[in-house]
């Protein structure tokens, strides 16, 4: 079997092109019948060994002791441009995925602190310089996780331009979370098998833009003084909402909406415990428990289930947009 480390090293002697690594190591897998990419799961494409921890833990040290000099105004864009060098080496020739994610979030960092320097009251201009910044590293290195900030910019944009007051209205999240969610959609539609750069950008989107909608919904559910909303029980709602949630995840085939979901489940608990809300901590603790035990129990049998719910779609005209619906485990 071909490994991607033969396949780096005909890249570096110009014999293929550093943009095809991945997609012909995942093509070469899949013939070859390896059940890692017969869709079996979500790879993580962008750790690849040890080795990638190992640098990006560099990085990351690196940049705490830079934030840690006495650096101030312009002086900021030394980094910036000292990281810029780094990436053209660990992601433009090497490809290194996970060391790059740390570079990005070190660029757009220190490309925050000169910003602030020379503009005070510029939360739309930062947010837009930081967009930018997350695009011109996705147009120079196709690194899948860029559109993750870039994504994030134009969200903060949008919501900075509504000038509502986001703590009491928390549905302005929805809106921005379904266009991003959209934007997935549309990136796996047209790599349904899983193999290239494109699915990878939509796993960064998903993973953005589930928390968006899950906190603009639940909030509002939990706060909304509606009087439809106030007729229904509210924890009914929620589960409703998360159900639906959930088996959306489950046709589309991404489990990574429920695990930032998970995540931001957790994050508001805390908030909630820490604030001593009484009258919805019970609501939340047993949604959490639920959901949980939903992930739990899917994740183990998430395929089957995939199979049993959503198989009579097999062969529709909406299966061609999705992973194969049939699919079989091999556990």
Known sequence: MISKTILQQAA???IIDSQQIEPLYQFIQHQQ??????????PLKFIRSFGDVFITLGVILLSIAINMTELSGYYYWLPVIA?????EWLVGVRRLALPGIAILLSILFFVNKAIAFDHENATLFGAGILSLTSLLFYLRYKMPFSLLPLAAGLVAMIIIQIGLDIINNPVIFVAPGLIVFVAAIWFDSQDTARLTHLSDNAFWLHL?????????TMISILTSDLAWIQSINKEILIVIFFTGFFLLALLIDRRAILISTQL????????????????????????????????????????????LIFGFLSGSVISRYLPDLIQKDTK
Request: proline share 1%; no cysteine.
């Open 12 to 14: 570096e002697k110009n």
């Open 33 to 42: 019948g390896d059940t890692v990419s017969d869709n079996r799961e979500e």
């Open 83 to 87: 990281f810029v060098v780094i990436a």
């Open 208 to 216: 953005l833009a589930a928390p968006l909608i899950v906190h603009g």
């Open 264 to 307: 931001y489940m957790i994050y508001a608990l805390t908030q909630l415990l820490q604030n001593q809300l009484s009258s919805t901590q019970n609501t939340m603790v047993y949604i959490l428990m639920a959901l949980s035990l939903f992930v739990i129990f899917f994740g183990t049998y998430w395929y089957m289930a995939r199979r």
